[in-house]
């Protein structure tokens, strides 16, 4: 063993903590939502769990769903049926892995990896399986009917999502995280004023790749009940709800580092400890976008999905790279 | 070197790791009694050679592989079968009747592929200049420099080859309705 200890103790001590990281993500953020939806629908929301605004609401939420039965249906496919919502957990966690929260590689990522995003956008498709896997095996119509939806969907516009991302490699000449955010840093402004049409298209290929409104017909409930989701309870029903705030968050760390500057801000230091709040500040404003968004637009039909990715943000973002790698030539 | 020198290595533990679960998944493929388990024991086996290219240092194509095959092929595959059939449970007529022949086939393309492998590299010391060696995982733009400048005709070929393939397999798989069974499928 040529590798030191000290190497090892600090990776399983960074992958712990991006282990961690995962609930309470998903806490934070499902009581934002549940706050912030109450209150642009003219409601309070929780109110009474740990004494003021309810602040204990998802902390019993989650006690509850660890202690409730573990239901599987007789004639699910056992296996299959277990083994989804894993599935699905680790394209979220794996994501965490190369968030940059500060330029010293030694503590400011779990790994800096040579081909950063493509990583990210890789493992991220992983839990496309997991969501098939779990409507499959359900043995419901409804979940197989939102599995089938949710994997139509992800497939349409995982193009768009990895598209977007193009151009701003081709600004930034790498695919590593910390390259990109470095060179943001270095220019002093952020890839959002040059790749503007990528980040909407980031966006919105985000929100339908978390299945959330306006997207969410894999889980439209006045058709599908829950969609995949409709046959899982306690903790496993859990694991799906936070993946998805925590890839809520995870998204947005990567939209907040690719298009936004990271941990960069106009006049700061990026050495010094506000770097990993300047990434998190950037990344709330994207959460409450998207929060936002959900609670105000209506849900879109599944042909004007299908329509909005494939005639409308694949040969956007395509035209988006040949006018970026022709500027980036010329420029 | 001998099987206890090989073994003491670290890296060819990970190396076991890897394809011992890779063998087993790529085995139950094939003998599978349910049409979505094999799909899924197939993601378990280019998970395991995305592992392979890992520890082959190269990143970019085992990321590729994880991108591609199972984040889109096998996706595709899937909902291929669950939007026409996928019956829980064990199936009695998934083997097919040429499937010795079908093994016989498979054997001899391995056959002959690990003897060109191992002949040509034998014949000319190797693949050629290898792309730089950098003692950790390739950088992605040497690989990319590779591609479309010294190998891009090979390139252009396999991608030729491929298209090639695919409209061949359109036309085997398509079967030419007669007008009597194109009019019951408009009824049906």
Do not use: C
Not at chain 1, 158 to 172: D, K, N, S, W, Y
Not at chain 1, 319 to 324: K, S, Y
Not at chain 2, 11 to 25: E, G, H, T
Not at chain 2, 132 to 161: D, H, K, M, Q, S
């Amino acid at each position: 063993m040529s590798l030191e200890l000290t190497f090892w103790w600090l990776l399983a001590i960074k992958l712990a903590v991006a282990a961690a990281v995962v609930p309470v993500i998903g806490m934070v953020i499902g009581y934002a939502e549940m706050k912030l939806s109450a209150h642009m629908q003219s409601r309070v929301g929780p109110y009474f769990a740990g004494g003021r605004f309810g602040w204990a609401q998802l902390i019993a939420d989650g006690v509850k769903f660890i202690q409730k039965e573990d239901i599987i249906p007789e004639k699910a496919d056992r296996p299959v049926f277990k083994w989804a919502p894993a599935l699905v957990m680790l394209g979220t966690m794996a994501l965490l892995v190369i968030v940059p929260l500060h330029p010293s590689s030694r503590y400011g990522i779990v790994r800096d990896l040579e081909v950063g995003i493509f990583y990210a956008l890789a493992i991220s498709s992983v839990s496309t399986i997991g969501v098939l896997m779990a409507g499959w095996s359900s043995a419901n119509k409804y979940s197989m009917i939102g599995g089938l939806r949710a994997a139509g969907q992800l497939i349409a516009y995982e193009l768009p999502l990895v598209l977007a991302t193009v151009g701003v490699v081709i600004q930034a000449g790498t695919m590593s995280m910390q390259g990109i955010v470095s060179a943001q840093v270095a220019q002093g402004w952020p890839f959002a004023l040059t790749q503007f049409i990528g980040f909407a298209i980031f966006m919105i290929a985000t929100l339908a790749e978390l299945t959330r409104l306006p997207f969410d017909m894999p889980i439209a409930e006045s058709e599908l009940v829950m969609g995949y989701v409709t046959e899982y309870s306690g903790f496993r029903f859990l694991f799906f709800f936070l993946a998805e705030f925590a890839n809520m968050f995870s998204m947005s760390v990567i939209a907040a580092t690719l298009f936004l500057g990271g941990y960069g801000l106009w006049g700061i230091n990026p050495e010094t400890l506000l770097s990993p709040i300047i990434l998190f500040a950037k990344v709330g404003v994207l959460v409450f976008l998207m929060i936002w968004l959900r609670w105000t637009l209506p849900r879109l039909r599944e042909d004007q999905l299908q329509t909005l990715a494939w005639k409308w943000l694949i040969p956007i973002s395509i035209l988006n790279i040949i006018v970026t790698a022709v500027l980036k030539v010329v420029i | 070197m001998t099987f206890s020198d090989w073994i003491a290595e670290p890296v060819n533990w990970a190396f076991l790791a890897m394809a011992i679960p890779m063998v087993v998944a790529a085995l139950r493929v094939v003998t599978s009694r349910n049409v979505v388990h094999a799909a899924l024991f197939l993601v378990l086996a280019l998970a395991a050679s995305a592992g392979l290219f890992i520890l082959l240092s190269a990143e970019f194509v085992a990321w590729v592989l994880v991108l591609v095959y199972i984040g889109a092929v096998v996706v595709l595959f899937l909902f291929g079968i669950m939007i026409t059939r996928a019956p829980i449970g064990r199936e009695t007529n998934l083997s097919h009747d040429t499937r010795w022949p079908a093994a016989a086939a498979a054997l001899g393309v391995f056959a002959v592929t690990f003897w060109l492998i191992n002949g040509v590299t034998q014949q000319i010391g190797g693949f050629g200049d290898p792309l730089p060696a950098v003692g950790r995982a390739t950088p992605t733009g040497i690989l990319g420099e590779g591609f479309i400048n010294r190998y891009l005709i090979p390139f252009e070929a396999v991608g030729f080859v491929l298209l090639a393939a695919l409209i061949g397999g359109i036309t085997l798989a398509r079967k030419d309705l007669t007008p009597a069974e194109e009019e019951e499928g408009a009824r049906v």
